[in-house]
């Protein structure tokens, strides 16, 4: 079994314990990357400076980060349907699950924005998360090599794929591509 494999049956198998679902779990968690961003941000900015010449890109985050602390309760809701003549005598509503496994593949342009922002979504919805960062914004790869020392490792992979194999694995037409899919993650950012 390939490393890759393995960080996404791990992530799978920490998924279904249930772990990353409680609130108070994904508040932690999106606190303790809020965290990372405060504690390294001299090292992002760096990294940037080295991979692209240009710095911050993560000034909205912490914001995003806050949003999604201050409305998840709201957003993991059940949400009311209306009833219908089957529904009548029953409690219908709406809620909210998280998908499971999903794959965040970071943009060599905006290396941290790209590969975080979905990252703050993930976390947020319960997810569980195989991070790619770009391979081409090096430096900035290497910070967030961090990342699994703020988080849940069991929850969160790192993983520095060949750029070449994803996308051969994103490419494939039809319902190979349906089932490759299906095996790495419940959905892509």
Known sequence: MSREQQAVQQARKAFLTGRSKPLDYRIKQLQNLKRFIKEKTTDIANAMRKDLHKLFEILGLEGEI?????????????????KNLLTIA??????????????????????????????????????????????????TAKVMELLPLYLDPNILCT????????????????????????????FVF
Request: proline share 6%; charged share 10%; glycine share 6%.
């Open 66 to 82: 806050n949003l999604a602390v201050s409305k998840l309760a709201e957003w993991a809701a059940a949400r009311p349907v209306n």
């Open 159 to 186: 993983l520095f794929w060949v750029l070449n194999v994803v996308v051969a694995l994103l490419s494939m037409g039809g319902s190979e591509s349906s089932r490759i899919s299906s095996k790495i993650s419940s």
């Open 90 to 139: 029953d409690d219908v509503y709406i809620q909210p699950e998280p998908l499971g496994v999903v794959l965040i593949i970071g943009a060599w342009n905006y290396p941290i924005a790209v590969t975080l922002q979905p990252l703050v979504g993930a976390i947020a919805a319960g997810n569980a998360a195989v991070v790619k960062p770009s391979e081409v914004s090096s430096h």
